[in-house]
């Protein structure tokens, strides 16, 4: 086990850890996704399972992202997703650095595996680990 | 003690006055600003807020522009950082608590769940709860934080209230026991105050 976990750090150490999406954290996502499809020309689509809109932002430079209801009294925000290879063990090792889970690993229904914290100054963001 | 940046700019005054004089006293500073020692004594300690008609008379005497002086006395009904933080937290909780309380769709996406038609599919419970796709995925994120729903690495949707199918009204109730701990470990008691 040891082994294994050794040989996916030295595989994290190698590739690292990238910032592959954004998330618009919007209390009105249809007036978001419409502004910002105005605005760019981004190709907005929510056909998938979660009916969450996907945002293409039509350009290969960058990271693409999309947009998610907030809760009731929420300001909008951006959050980022951080790429790695193990959802619990970068829980894990948050907490000990001080990070607070608000949405524990969780798998979604396209395979992807997800976790939401709140980082020690309270800045919300996820870890992401894509369906193979 | 609250900061307050028209004490410390008081307290700055008082200093570059001593600076050139070593003999300058407090009670010099207060004669100078038309106060007694004792009132001025306890603001420049923080025992005592500023009254903005002072802020305006003493800045006016220190020589500040209109501009500066309106700064100092908006910044004294701004609630300081702590405040905020704990009112935007309390907010939050009662907005979450609320949401709970009043939108049945979190126990209907739980009866969904185990039903054996069920599909992991937030379109598909919209349509099954006649909710919007976001009205879902709000309150799937709810459920998520709230440790009521879990999506296991299978792909698996599972009731955490454990047990039999919880009545709307039990439900609830769990829920917002959930709500109030959470809150809690945010330092927010949901009983209409905040901690100090």
């Not at chain 2, 209109?66 to 701004?78: G, L």
Request: aromatic share 8%; hydrophobic share 40%.
């Amino acid at each position: 086990m040891d082994a294994q976990n050794n040989s996916l750090q030295e595989v994290e150490n190698y590739m690292g850890n990238a910032v592959t999406q954004f998330q618009i954290i919007s209390a009105a996502p249809d007036q978001t996704a419409q502004f910002y499809s105005s605005l760019f020309g981004w190709k907005i689509s929510a056909n998938n399972p979660l009916g969450y809109r996907q945002i293409d932002t039509g350009s290969k430079a960058g990271i693409q992202g999309g947009i998610w209801p907030a809760p009731p009294q929420a300001p909008a925000f951006v959050q980022i997703f951080v790429s790695v290879s193990d959802v619990k063990g970068a829980v894990e090792k948050a907490q000990a650095l001080g990070a607070k889970v608000m949405i524990p690993p969780t798998m979604l229904p396209e395979g992807d595996e997800m976790a939401v914290m709140h980082d020690p100054q309270g800045m919300s963001f996820a870890v992401w680990k894509t369906a193979k | 003690m609250r900061s307050s940046p028209f004490r410390e700019r008081l307290h700055q005054e008082f200093e570059s006055r001593r600076s050139r004089n070593a003999r300058y006293s407090l009670r010099a500073f207060a004669t100078l600003l038309g106060t007694d020692h004792s009132s001025l004594s306890q603001i420049v300690r923080g025992s005592r807020r500023t009254p903005a008609s002072q802020i305006r008379s003493w800045g006016r005497k220190l020589g500040m522009v209109p501009e500066e002086i309106a700064v100092y006395v908006a910044t004294e009904h701004v609630p300081d950082e702590p405040t905020t933080k704990r009112q935007e937290q309390l907010r939050h909780w009662t907005a979450e608590g609320l949401a709970l309380a009043t939108n049945e769709i979190h126990w209907k996406m739980l009866c969904l769940v185990r039903s054996h038609r069920f599909r992991p599919d937030c379109r598909w419970i919209a349509k099954e709860t006649a909710s919007t796709v976001d009205q879902v995925n709000l309150a799937l994120s709810r459920l998520l934080r709230l440790r009521l729903l879990e999506i296991t690495r299978s792909g698996q949707w599972k009731d955490l209230t454990g047990g039999p199918l919880l009545e709307p009204e039990e439900f609830r109730r769990l829920a917002l026991v959930r709500i109030r701990e959470r809150a809690a470990e945010d330092g927010v008691k949901l009983n209409g105050r905040a901690k100090q």
